[in-house]
């Protein structure tokens, strides 16, 4: 992207790094979502490009009633301001490069651990098959309404499993159990899809609606897992 600048990659983990290291108003801070809670990037005295699959208009909450009533978003944690630029799900401007976050992901950590994964994804006679042992699996950290009010409604079909903290939005439903199986830690962000495999089908809804730019991993991972 810069073929004339200078490559060399100095790690930054806090505010304090940002001094000690020596940054000037010449550097390039790569910062990737939730990467480094105690930078702040307006700190840094050059640009910033921020790494995100987060929408910068925020995602609904799912808090109370009246939030879900009122379609009220949760802005994301993600820093904004005169130097800072975007590459994620966001409109193109002359601040931000819309990106699908999924895309990134298949490229930055699929190719690099296995360049045969891609096939599962689009050559149908290595598609991989599921087992068929369970119904349902249903695996998100940010409980939106629309996710949990789905989850809620396929449960009443089978029973269904959930991994993570979300759960539905109604407790009194019996079919709903958490998953047996963990999350594989080992492949990152695409670690539910060995979960995944277990299961004829998945629920990887995204956090906001289909008019947006949003595009994550969620569904690459029911890709890779057969469900």
Known sequence: ??????????PLMND????SRGATGDDLLVYFMHSCPNLDPNNFPGKTIVVSGESKLGFPCAMTEADRVLNKLCAPDMPTGPRIYWIGPNDDSLRSI???????????????INEDEFSFIFDPLKKRKNTG?????????????????????LSKIGESHYLGVCSGLKSEIQNKKPSPFPMDKNIGTLMNSRAFN?????????????SSAALTEKIFNAFLSGA
């Not at 277990?198 to 609606?209: G, I, P, T």
Request: charged share 25%.
């Open 1 to 10: 992207i810069f073929p004339d600048m200078d490559k060399t990659i100095i």
């Open 16 to 19: 304090d790094d940002i001094k």
């Open 98 to 112: 819309l990106v699908h976050w999924g895309i990134l992901l298949l490229n930055a950590r699929m190719r690099p």
């Open 133 to 153: 042992e369970h119904f349902l699996i249903y695996a998100n950290s940010h409980c939106v309404p629309h996710r949990e009010m789905a989850f809620d409604a």
């Open 198 to 210: 277990h299961y004829r089908f998945a629920l990887v809804m995204e956090s906001v609606d289909s």
